[in-house]
């Protein structure tokens, strides 16, 4: 199976709390701050719900 590179490209400064909570579940905190996550369904639905803060690259 897949990973996802997950890197936070925009601040969570002023976003709704559901959206800071779902970049914090994925590990990210601070813009800059990258992640590795197995590539399956619960990824890929934080990664839909937050996905214009974030840059998502597939790792083989």
């Known amino acids: 199976m897949a990973n996802l590179k997950i890197k ?9 709390e559901k959206h800071i909570a779902t970049a914090n579940s994925l590990g ?6 990258e992640t590795v996550q197995p590539d399956n369904e619960q ?18």
Do not use: D, F
């Open 8 to 16: 936070l490209v925009k601040s969570l400064s002023g976003r709704l």
């Open 28 to 33: 990210l905190r601070r813009i800059g701050h």
């Open 43 to 60: 990824t890929r639905g934080k990664i839909a719900k937050i996905g214009y803060l974030l840059q998502v690259t597939e790792e083989k």
